[in-house]
């Protein structure tokens, strides 16, 4: 009998704001019913799950990561009916849907926090909250949005303590040394997987608890915490998938991929890996950290983000070597004034200079990289940013459907749109759209669709194992995903200048050896196999014989 595999096993995932995404009552916000109307759009470029940003009730001081009712949906954005509507369309399209969970902190507006300032000191009620009377505990916490807080505490009038808050200073962590918070948070989960959604993005994950003496994230009671959302959901709906957002080097985000923990967890150290092999034309990085990813956890659970809602986050030296951090920085101009918190606050085709053979090249290599490959929305447009608004919202303005009014996106006045749809040169939406790109045969657009068509006819880039060729070619990397008899081949040239090389492929000798993108014939494999590949260029090689069915299908992408 064949292995099942887990649904989310390589599977493409598409991130969206909807605030952001599609308006269904012209207010000038996007909302669940307006993205239920591009499910057809999302069926026909290929993706298999959305991510949705964080739907609930919020002031939105944080882009909704500030939430006060957690078990409701913002009425901007709809109410349960409409999500529930908005889960069976999806379900009907075969795009499972995973909501964002944030389970470290709440708004400040949130009742337990309204409730805990006013309770009495040492009360079950006010220890929903992290709260001290000296603002120099846990101290080696790192402030992590320093770019708008100098500490990781907030004097409250009201109860006449500091509470400790990771992120903005209207956001208290939860305090999870209190059994009734855990028990609430819990119930958070089942509630939306009784509602049918088919996995969280858990926000946040390594803050849940603090220890003194320490950088308080991923502490082992953390770890006992998630192994129990593991165990309630398990109960529930074992098919729904964890996704962790740690923001840590693989060594210290592998932890949360314990078999009884989580199931995947984002690879951002890799991220920025891929974006210092741009900055620099080199390869040698990508291949040493791919291979320590390899030896830290092996398989499919990576999720492989380029850009997200967020800063493209760097650090301070912790994520990636400082000399990482320095090469992208100095390497990629258009990121050049766009510094916030710990990263680079610009989308990702104005960050590439626009170049759209760069944005293919980093797209293909997280379609065939093992892991869950992820789009930001608009990514695949190569839509552009406005860099000055708010905090990360310059990466945050309404999606590019048409080069109507608004790009399509709402039929309201201008000044009630949630945020400026993008006009800037090279990126105006008259041109960067859907409807336009769609019609253009060599757009970016049509060009991810037949990347996703692709990847789908070749189980190999999905479920299979990895293994990394030498080329000897400073800019290139080269390596093999082999699933069942299925082997792929994968070149890429992280380089401007075009690449040369010879691959030593003694172990296919004599195999077929078929470019799939390009559609055409190689020579057999052999000992001496040349390639040669242009600036930013990338081949998938299907090696040795395959089903005649198989064969016509990649003929006809
Ligand atoms: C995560 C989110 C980010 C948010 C923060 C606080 O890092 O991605 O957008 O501001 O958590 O919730
Ligand atoms: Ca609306």
Redesign the pocket.
């Known amino acids: 009998m064949s292995e099942r595999k887990p649904w989310w096993e390589g599977a493409v995932i598409y991130e969206l704001i909807p605030r952001s995404y599609s308006d269904g009552n012209a207010d000038g916000i996007g909302d669940l019913h307006g993205l239920r109307h591009r499910l057809p759009y999302l069926r026909w470029l290929g993706v298999e799950a959305i991510w949705l940003?964080p739907i609930y009730p919020s002031p939105l001081q944080?882009?909704g990561?500030?939430i006060t009712d957690f078990k409701n949906i913002h009425p901007e954005l709809g109410d349960l009916s409409a999500f529930h509507r908005l889960l069976t369309a999806a379900h009907d399209c075969n795009i499972k849907v995973i909501v964002d969970l944030?389970l470290?902190?709440t708004s400040d507006l949130h009742p337990w926090f309204q409730r805990a300032k006013w309770a009495s000191k040492g009360t079950p009620e006010r220890d929903f909250y992290v709260w001290s009377d000296d603002p120099n505990r846990f101290a080696e916490a790192p402030v992590l949005?320093c770019k708008f807080e100098s500490s990781n505490w907030e004097w409250d009038e009201v109860a006449q303590q500091y509470y400790f808050h990771r992120?903005?200073k209207h956001?208290p962590d939860l305090n999870y040394e209190n059994p009734l918070v855990q028990k609430e948070m819990l119930q958070v989960v089942e509630f939306w997987l009784k509602k049918g959604v088919d996995g969280f993005r858990l926000?946040?994950v390594p803050f849940l608890f603090e220890e003194e003496g320490s950088r308080c994230e991923g502490l082992p009671k953390t770890h006992d915490f998630l192994k129990k959302v593991r165990t309630r959901i398990d109960s529930i709906n074992s098919n729904a998938l964890l996704l962790a957002?740690a923001?840590q080097p693989a060594h210290e985000a592998a932890p949360y991929l314990a078999e009884d923990e989580l199931h995947g967890a984002f690879n951002f150290a890799l991220t920025a890996h891929l974006f210092a092999a741009i900055a620099t034309g080199t390869s040698q990085r990508l291949i040493d950290c791919l291979k320590k990813t390899k030896e830290i956890l092996p398989g499919c659970r990576w999720a492989l983000p380029l850009r997200?809602?967020?800063e493209l986050w760097l650090g301070d030296g912790h994520l990636v070597p400082e000399d990482i951090v320095n090469s992208i920085r100095s390497g990629l101009h258009q990121g050049h004034g766009h510094w916030l918190n710990w990263g680079i606050n610009r989308r990702l085709a104005p960050l590439l200079n626009g170049d759209p053979r760069a944005n293919r090249l980093l797209h293909a290599l997280i379609y065939s990289l093992p892991g869950m490959p992820c789009i930001y929305y608009g990514d695949e447009l190569g839509m552009g940013d406005w860099p000055g608004l708010r905090d990360?919202d310059a990466n945050r303005t309404p999606m590019a459907w048409t080069a109507a009014r608004n790009g399509g996106f709402s039929a309201a006045p201008d000044p009630l749109l949630t945020l400026p749809p993008i006009t800037a040169p090279g990126y105006d939406y008259r041109v960067i759209n859907v409807e336009v790109q769609k019609q253009l045969p060599g757009s970016i657009l049509n060009w991810h669709k037949r990347m996703l068509t692709c990847r789908k006819l070749l189980p190999a880039l999905r479920h299979g194992d990895f293994e990394l060729f030498d080329s000897d070619h400073p800019g290139v990397i080269v390596f093999a995903r082999c699933f069942k008899s299925m082997k792929v081949l994968v070149a890429a040239n992280l380089s401007a200048a075009g690449a040369s090389f010879r691959l030593d492929l003694s172990k296919w000798d004599g195999y077929r050896t078929r470019e799939v993108l390009w559609g055409c014939d190689f020579p057999r494999a052999s000992k001496d196999w040349f390639v040669y590949l242009p600036s930013y260029g990338f081949s998938w090689w299907l090696i040795g014989e395959v089903s005649d069915s198989l064969q016509t299908k990649v003929d006809t992408i």
Request: proline content about 0%; cysteine-free.
């Open positions: 940003t944080d882009g990561y500030d944030v470290n902190h949005f992120f903005h956001q926000d946040a957002e923001i997200n809602h967020d990360r």
